[in-house]
């Protein structure tokens, strides 16, 4: 019977938590009184920011926000949020984070003795390999521990932070229990890269039991509701009507790696319900520079961009921030163009390489005349080649806000609400609101700094969302009795009895809506007497009706049932329930008939 992880004898359900379980699974709420301080980090793939929010401490209401106007010099990219980039020395020595390792890489003299990152955190987007050893490349091309620079990062931002508590001058002392941590993640991750994060930052000396997984766009829909946000369109000024209870809303995190999407209704206790699965996808603002990136790489060749790469790194990173500044001014009217400035080195390289002005070559090229014009290192390009640019984004966008506006169960709603950095962008506002006539498209204020701002307000009442939607459908392997319709295959006889051995055993499906503390439960039992240890392998299905272990579903990782008495041999059962409402997946166990706690962990990042 090996294989098998499971012998069931009924079939799992649906319960309450009980109290217990309850407090253990949420244990910061459980030490809700002891809180004085929640702390939030909205990790981004392209900007970061923290902020914090001193609780029940007199004259600290507000939420205080990192300020990077030093660091950033004043150029016109936000300054409550920094790149997300980590300078290493080269033996790998944390140097510096944010607008001040951009600047120190910059100014290097020898980029080949220093180390830098930037864009990793892509990496745990549907990385189906992702384990705890993967590896990213720096600026050279030289791996290290992915984990290791997630860490680097939260342990800046968390350093960083307590020194500006520190400068706020409060009158308290802080222990580790009274600050709970509050990271976000986007609500389309998967469970292993949540898994990723909560140990980059327990390596950061963040422990695991004061800290809170934050969805973003979830965040984003707190800081919207609960500051009942001023709202602002290109035509008029107005306010978002009060959030009463029925109101449904869609928020849309446009981000710099992955565009989320949520759609949220207000329950009558004012707590907050998802009602359809998180969802969205890899079209955040840095799709656009990429292909921007893509265009002049084929203007040039790929030969000659990658030696420029290797030989130039400095200079790549001013010809991409050349090109994210120069994004933000466009509008999509006719004349409000792009126009370039190529770094020096690329038109010097690609001269001495090819024996000609890269603006000769651009101006007298069939490909490219049509596309852009080209003045020492300016480079133009049509209206039309700059919107291609953008359609691809664009284009998913409307493609998948649009389905889900057809999907019946978001009838009744009016408000798509924008946030995150990529709603400043103006062709993306004017697309959403062509395409959405019939729907309020509002964009708040503060938009870039909902999702940190709705993290705190999170960290504060965790349970202000109530109920949460399952992303997938979830299961185990089970062993049945073989039924007609089972795939032959799948056979197998024990005692001279036919069973099924593939069975998935759905514990929650694609689509169903869980409470907060809703668990389900599933008996586990040992396969041989002494056994002291049980692994249970758990998979995930994009179909909610995943009938069999199949090429259709994936093993996300094992749960470990710890079953250190061996008195009853085959005949111990632990119940090991799964909790699917919370921001992450929850797993406790009990000896069924001692009802004893019983040791259940579960590791989603394999070292495969
Ligand atoms: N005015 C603008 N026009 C176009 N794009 C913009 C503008 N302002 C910001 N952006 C883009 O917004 C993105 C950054 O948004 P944000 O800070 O919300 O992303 P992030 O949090 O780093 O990413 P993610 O949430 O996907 O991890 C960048 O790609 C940036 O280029
Ligand atoms: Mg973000």
Request: charged share 30%; proline share 4%; net charge negative.
């Amino acid at each position: 019977m090996s294989g098998l992880e499971e012998i069931p004898e009924e079939m799992s359900g649906l319960e309450e938590l009980p109290d217990d379980v309850f407090e253990e699974r949420q244990r910061p709420v459980k030490e809700s009184s002891k809180i004085k301080m929640v702390a939030a980090m909205d990790f981004g793939t392209t900007y970061s920011g923290y902020a914090f929010k001193l609780i029940g401490i007199e004259n600290h209401k507000n939420i205080y926000v990192k300020s990077w106007n030093e660091e950033a010099g004043g150029g016109c990219l936000p300054s409550e949020k920094a790149p997300t980039c980590v300078l290493l020395g080269a033996n790998g020595d944390f140097k510096s984070f944010g607008y001040t390792a951009e600047r120190e890489f910059s100014e290097c003299e020898d980029p080949k003795n220093w180390r830098f990152f930037k864009h990793f955190k892509m990496i745990l987007h549907r990385d189906q390999g992702l384990c705890s050893n993967t590896t990213i490349k720096d600026s050279n091309g030289k791996e290290i521990s992915a984990r290791l620079i997630f860490t680097h990062c939260i342990k800046f931002m968390k350093d960083d932070l307590m020194e500006m508590v520190e400068r706020k001058k409060v009158d308290t002392e802080f222990k580790t229990e009274n600050i709970r941590w509050v990271i976000t993640v986007p609500a389309i991750w998967e469970e292993p890269a949540k898994q990723f994060m909560r140990e980059a930052a327990r390596e950061a000396e963040i422990e695991g039991d004061n800290l809170l997984l934050a969805l973003e766009p979830e965040a984003a829909s707190i800081y919207v509701k609960e500051m009942n946000v001023e709202v602002h369109t290109d035509m008029n000024q107005s306010r978002l009507s009060a959030f009463s209870p029925k109101t449904k809303y869609m928020i849309v995190d446009l981000g710099g790696g992955t565009v989320d999407v949520t759609v949220r209704e207000v329950l009558r206790d004012r707590s907050l319900k998802e009602i359809t699965k998180a969802s969205g996808g890899a079209w955040g603002g840095l799709h656009v520079n990429q292909r921007f990136y893509q265009f002049i790489e084929d203007l040039v060749g790929n030969k000659l961009m990658e030696k420029f790469r290797e030989q130039h790194p400095t200079a790549q990173l001013d010809l991409e921030r050349e090109l994210e500044q120069k994004k933000r001014n466009l509008t999509g009217d006719e004349h409000n163009r792009i126009l370039i400035n190529l770094p020096g080195e690329l038109i010097e390289l690609f001269e001495k390489t090819k024996g000609k002005s890269l603006s000769d070559f651009a101006t007298s090229s069939g490909r490219y005349r049509e596309k852009l014009e080209m003045k020492f290192e300016k480079l133009r390009m049509s209206l039309d080649v700059t919107m291609d640019m953008f359609k691809p984004a664009v284009d998913s966008i409307l493609r998948h806000v649009e389905e889900l506006v057809s999907d019946p169960l978001t009838k009744g709603l009016k408000n798509i609400i924008l946030v995150g950095g990529f709603s400043d962008c103006k062709i993306i506002q004017k697309a959403m609101r062509e395409k959405f006539k019939d729907f309020r498209v509002v964009i708040p204020q503060e938009a870039g700094l909902a999702v940190l701002h709705g993290a705190v307000l999170f960290g504060e009442n965790p349970l202000i969302v109530s109920e949460r939607v399952s992303p997938f459908t979830y299961g185990t392997r089970q062993l049945r009795f073989f039924q007609d319709g089972d795939p032959p295959e799948y056979r197998t006889e024990i005692g001279g009895v036919p069973y099924c051995k593939n069975v998935f055993n759905v514990l929650a499906r694609g689509g169903q809506t869980f409470r907060v503390g809703q668990r389900v439960t599933t008996e586990v039992s040992p396969v041989k007497p002494n056994q002291t240890v049980m692994p249970v392998n758990v998979y995930q299905s994009n179909n909610p009706d995943q009938m069999y272990v199949d090429d259709d579903c994936r093993e996300i990782g094992t749960m470990i049932v710890d079953m250190p008495d061996t008195t009853g041999g085959l005949d111990r059962i632990v119940d090991v329930s799964l909790a699917f409402g919370d921001t992450e997946l929850h797993v406790t166990g009990r000896d069924q008939s001692s009802k004893e706690k019983v040791s259940v962990t579960i590791d989603l990042l394999k070292n495969n």
